[in-house]
């Protein structure tokens, strides 16, 4: 059974606070009937022995307290969102409902408050259950910690720059995840072994649109070498297809049961997801450094935030010189699978292209950016270097059609490494030549 639909944020944010709030509340029944039926003599010098009123009185104030404590937090959780899709991005959305903080404590709240109820119903005149109030008690103190830190936690989650830190902290994990899942051998060899590939000359197409999310690698490449084939996935992960679009080639026929089982063990998702965490999270930080640019918020502090946070995690991942794609090969060392991939240089190209289109009039941002290109220059190889001396060049002439004064020119030019200087002297050279 497919259970991926559990990692859906909405889903999370129902099934684990129920799932701590039941088990709290199942601790209550254990405790009590535990109580009733095998005594607590032996603590009871230890136990604050309590008159049923009074009892009953402690549970209820916690139960009430706690489910008040539950309603502050849901409300909290909700202005975070407005706030979040109003001023930072909408997709950010994912990010807060995924919040393990926000899920834990509105499951201890909730259990807290299942704990009281349930232990009210041991209360009898002639018996009090003083270990399981002892249980309400702290788990009321640990309510109190838990707000504390959730307020703090909600405070840190509307603060864009350590949301910027977040997501850049994100990308960087899954850019090493992906370089780690590699041998160093299949690196060198990547281009070589995909060359020797026969053509493909079957296809098979995504059967329903949205975008290409998680694949079961593993089973797909067991499918390919059952049927003694090569797949290749045409499209990179995050990547929109329409149902009738070709998702995978093969290098010989297929028939319809295992094309079936093909299409099953590719997940297409209706909407974008972190399914796809790095092309997912450099969509999001160009999405927040966009709308800050935007007239309607004009704050280029964030854009240069989000700037900094692009390439200090794509100047520490390991550089591809171009677009490749992962090789799955079966016992014998054929080749069985290649998913491809985007390469530092794609993804400096799907960033900096926009960013560089919206800073046109904005020098401030055009000097980060420079300085982005200059951080990343001295990191990659050579030519992914290529790549950003001629983004360096369309930014001068992005801000040379601004109109802005040659001074500013200037001080952006400046900011770039001597190669990329020497080149944008040539291109006005070349340009007066003409």
């Known amino acids: 059974m497919n259970f991926r639909f559990l990692r859906h944020p909405f889903v999370m944010l129902q099934t684990v606070p129920a799932g701590i709030a039941l088990a709290i509340g199942a601790l209550s029944l254990i405790v009590a009937y535990g109580e009733t039926y095998f005594g607590t003599d032996s603590i009871d010098p230890f136990l604050q022995l309590l008159a049923p009123e009074t009892a009953r ?60 109820i349930l232990a ?75 060359e020797k590939v026969d053509d493909f000359v079957f296809d098979i197409t995504a059967g329903k649109p949205g975008y290409l999310g998680t694949l079961n690698e ?22 929109y297809t329409l149902g009738e679009e070709v998702m995978v080639k093969a290098t010989k026929e297929l028939d319809e049961e295992t094309v079936d089982s093909i299409q099953k063990h590719i997940f297409i998702q209706p909407s974008r997801s972190e399914d796809s965490p790095i092309e997912f999270s450099v969509n999001l930080l160009l999405e927040i450094a966009l709308r800050a640019l935007s007239p309607g918020v004009n704050d280029t502090f964030t854009a240069i935030a989000t700037v900094d946070g692009i390439s ?35 993804l400096i190209n799907q960033a900096f292209h926009p960013l560089r289109q919206a800073s046109g009039g904005n020098i401030l941002m055009a000097i980060c950016i420079a300085r982005a290109y200059a951080r990343l220059c001295a990191t990659c190889g050579k030519e992914v270097q290529d790549i950003l001396k001629d983004h360096a060049l369309l930014l001068i002439r992005e801000i040379e059609k601004g109109g802005h004064l040659p001074e500013d020119i200037v001080s952006v030019i400046d900011v770039l490494p001597p190669a990329f200087r020497k080149a944008n002297r040539e291109r006005r050279k070349d340009a007066k030549d003409e």
């Open 312 to 346: 200090d995690a794509l100047s520490q991942a390991e550089t591809q010189e171009a677009a490749t794609a992962s090789i799955h090969k079966d016992e014998e060392g054929h080749i069985r699978l290649m998913v491809p991939q985007l390469s530092i240089g794609n």
């Open 218 to 239: 593993d089973k797909l490449t067991e499918i390919a070498t059952k049927a003694e084939v090569t797949l290749e996935i045409q499209k990179p992960r995050g990547a």
């Open 57 to 116: 009185t402690i549970l209820s104030v916690i139960a009430g307290g706690a489910m008040s404590a539950l309603t502050l937090t849901y409300s909290i959780v909700l202005v975070v969102f407005a706030l979040a899709a109003g001023n930072l991005a909408p997709r950010m959305l994912k990010r807060f409902t995924s919040d393990i903080v926000n899920q834990v404590t509105a499951g201890i709240f909730g259990g807290t408050f299942l704990y009281a």
């Open 120 to 194: 009210i119903t041991f209360v009898e005149p002639d018996f009090v259950p003083n270990l399981t109030i002892l249980g309400a008690e702290v788990l009321a103190t640990l309510c109190v910690m838990q707000l504390i830190y959730f307020v703090r936690n909600v405070s840190e989650s509307v603060a864009i720059d350590d949301e910027i830190a977040g997501i850049t902290r994100n990308l960087k994990t899954a850019l090493d995840d992906r370089n780690k899942s590699r041998g160093k051998e299949e690196r060198k060899e990547r281009k070589k072994a995909v």
